[in-house]
């Protein structure tokens, strides 16, 4: 079934569910009342319902995270909008991660034990995701993840929005590899779980399956500023493709480095998987123009959804506002956990768990995806986009659907050991 807007779609499934367009928030709690809906000690109320925002508002990451508050916050502001979740207002309570994972780990514990709110919507690095796990499976929490990640995890206890490596990484490598026929291949990234696990991943990929060969691999502390080393591996080797997962804000420092050293996209083709517009606007389109990103999302997606999307976004954030892959992930994050809790009438973690199995969305600013049955991921399509000196990309390649397998068969590395 199709329709003109996502979010009237699911407000319409509200009104049904609560008895009809004229139900109101005292009629709502009527149908559904706290006792029934929230067994477990949740923060709910017959008007309320509490639920988490844990970002890096501070520190290095958040020239990335600051997108995912801003489209979770609009999500939120939506949903409240349309009548809330069971007629209950959604109130927030944010965090600030800082850059830290400690610090995560800290502030996913005070939302779950003190606040004890009824869902989490944060995290951006793996590192982060990692502090957390633990945190969210003692206290059976529900975080919903929206950064594209390495894979091979798949927490009852997480949703995760974002690709993992057979719908990004491997399928974005396929895509260069046959483009350029690439004979060589050299690897960057930041010193951490992600981008360490996810060149082990490439890096088997590109010698196994696609029978070239990895020339060099680096890494570099979150933060850094200086890649002059890097760069002069780069002449040195003189790789068909640079393929780059550096995060947070020495992505500023590593592009325009790059660009002023002279290896641009007339003589070096870059694929990266860290590249979105939130980044773009920092590190300066002249730096990035014609390289490509590997992401299911860009803001310049050409549908009626998007559009929409894109507007509101901006009319709330501010016309300079920009919006990259993880923010629109992120802004999946609030729609999916309301709808899941309509469906089972409940905020109960289990009930509400159980009932995202197998969700559709056919009209998201993204296009179609599909909650996973089993490994509560998404299906989506991998686009590539080759940047453009007004900031955007320009989308030249779209696969089909992929279905989401964070533990492919031929793949057989273990992500702690990468940390």
Not at 128 to 139: C, G, H, I, Q, T
Not at 186 to 202: E, N
Not at 237 to 256: L, M, Q, T
């Amino acid at each position: 079934m199709q329709h003109s807007n996502w979010r009237k779609s699911i407000a319409a499934l509200t009104i049904a569910a609560l008895g009809g367009a004229g139900a109101s928030a005292a009629g709502a709690n009527e149908e559904y009342p706290t006792d029934e809906v929230n067994t477990t000690g949740l923060a709910v109320t017959d008007d309320t319902v509490e639920v988490g925002i844990l970002h890096s508002l501070t520190g290095t990451m958040a020239i990335s995270e600051t997108g995912s508050v801003e489209a979770e916050q609009l999500a939120i502001r939506q949903i409240n909008e349309s009548g809330g979740v069971l007629g209950r207002q959604i109130e927030t309570e944010v965090e600030d991660g800082a850059s830290d994972w400690p610090t995560f780990a800290e502030r996913a514990s005070s939302l779950l034990e003190s606040d004890d709110v009824a869902a989490v919507f944060g995290c951006w690095t793996s590192a982060s995701r990692k502090a957390v796990l633990p945190v969210f499976e003692e206290n059976n929490g529900l975080l919903y993840y929206p950064t594209f990640y390495e894979g091979l995890e798949a927490s009852p206890n997480v949703f995760y929005q974002g690709q993992e490596a057979t719908q990004q990484i491997i399928a974005g490598l396929n895509w260069v590899h046959e483009k350029e026929n690439a004979e060589t291949y050299y690897l960057i990234g930041s010193d951490y779980i992600w981008p360490r696990t996810s060149h082990a991943i490439a890096r088997h990929h590109i010698e196994n399956e696609l029978g070239a060969e990895v020339v060099a691999e680096q890494y570099f502390p979150l933060g850094h500023t200086n890649f002059r080393s890097a760069i002069n591996q780069i002449r040195l080797k003189n790789p068909d493709v640079v393929y780059s997962i550096i995060a947070g804000d020495s992505n500023v420092s590593f592009w325009s480095q790059l660009n002023s050293a002279g290896i641009n996209a007339d003589n070096q083709t870059v694929l990266t998987n860290s590249v979105t517009e939130d980044e773009v606007k920092a590190i300066g389109a002249e730096n990035v123009e014609g390289h490509y990103s590997a992401m299911k999302y860009f803001q310049s997606l050409d549908n009626p959804h998007n559009k929409e999307f894109v507007e509101e976004f901006k009319e709330m954030h501010g016309e300079d506002s920009v919006i990259g892959d993880v923010t629109q992930a992120a802004y999946l994050g609030p729609w999916i956990w309301k709808r899941a809790v309509e469906k089972a009438e409940s905020f109960d973690v289990d009930k509400v768990r159980e009932a995202a199995r197998g969700m559709e969305f056919d009209d998201v600013p993204e296009g179609y995806v599909r909650v996973h049955e089993e490994n509560q991921h998404l299906w989506s399509k991998l686009r590539i986009g080759q940047w453009q000196s007004d900031g955007t990309a320009e989308v030249v390649y779209e696969s089909d659907l992929i279905e989401p397998d964070p533990f492919p068969e031929d793949v057989d590395i273990d992500p702690d050991e990468m940390e």
